[in-house]
């Protein structure tokens, strides 16, 4: 069964940093697209890149580049999103999703999500 | 950018109503496109994906079709499930981009 678990929510100041973590079991971990979408309460998702663990490839969204940094260990299967300064806008709902492909060939959109890390930044 | 445009933005409905929502992109991305149903709380469901193709495990009501740019999900019967928000997505070209969403709520 393919699950992503995410790390914990998260209360925070506006300028401390911060790092989340998606955690994947289930699949091969290296071989799949791994996606950073964020959700405002009440808005709708927004893509902020993807990572291919296997090569470390990111591709970032512009509104998000420099903002966030992606990475992954490849030892824990496991996914990051960091950011070295928060701000009081980044309070969101942050998931992590696959990006699934059918047959090996068809790329399906994000297939599995991790149940999401809610961020609140606050001073 | 490929701008993602969804309407309606609310959509009322009854159970056994046809239910039809659109998403029309900016330019052209093929059928590289996704629908998900999202509940309160709740991840996103992928239901539809490359335009017309249906995930494994959603039921056959709903589909998905395609004309140029133009999107539709239908949902052929509602059932009490399905009140929900459902958002396009397409990742046919960086950055990928989603749809305001169209919230199904009860008439």
């Known amino acids: 069964e393919v699950q992503l678990v995410q790390s914990g929510a998260e209360v925070k100041k506006p300028g401390e940093s911060l790092t989340i973590s998606c955690k994947v079991s289930?699949?091969?971990?290296?071989?799949?697209?791994l996606g950073w979408v964020r959700q405002v309460p009440g808005r709708g998702p927004e893509w902020m890149g993807n990572?291919?663990?296997?090569?470390?490839?990111?591709r970032y969204n512009p509104s998000f580049e420099g903002q966030v940094t992606m990475s992954v260990d490849r030892s824990l299967n496991t996914a990051y999103l960091h950011w070295t300064s928060l701000k009081a806008s980044d309070t969101a709902v942050y998931y992590c999703?696959?990006?699934?492909?059918?047959?090996?060939?068809?790329?399906?959109?994000?297939?599995?999500w991790g149940r999401g890390t809610l961020v609140t930044v606050s001073s | 950018d490929i701008q993602m445009t969804q309407s309606p933005s609310t959509l009322s409905a009854s159970v056994g109503d046809r239910v039809t929502i659109s998403c029309r992109a900016s330019?052209?991305?093929?059928?590289?496109l996704a629908w998900y149903q999202q509940k309160p709380g709740k991840t996103p469901n992928l239901l539809i994906y490359?335009?017309?193709t249906l995930e494994s495990g959603v039921p056959t009501r709903f589909s998905g079709s395609e004309s140029g740019t133009e999107f539709t999900l239908t949902i052929s019967s509602l059932q009490p499930d399905d009140f929900a928000t459902y958002y396009c997505?397409?990742?046919?070209?960086?950055?990928?981009?989603f749809g305001q969403g169209t919230k199904v709520e009860m008439k």
């Open positions: 330019e052209s991305i093929s059928s590289w």
């Open positions: 997505h397409q990742y046919r070209a960086y950055p990928e981009t």
């Open positions: 490359k335009a017309s």
């Open positions: 999703a696959r990006h699934g492909v059918d047959h090996g060939v068809t790329p399906k959109g994000f297939d599995s």
């Open positions: 289930g699949y091969n971990f290296m071989h799949y697209w």
């Open positions: 990572i291919y663990p296997d090569d470390s490839d990111i």
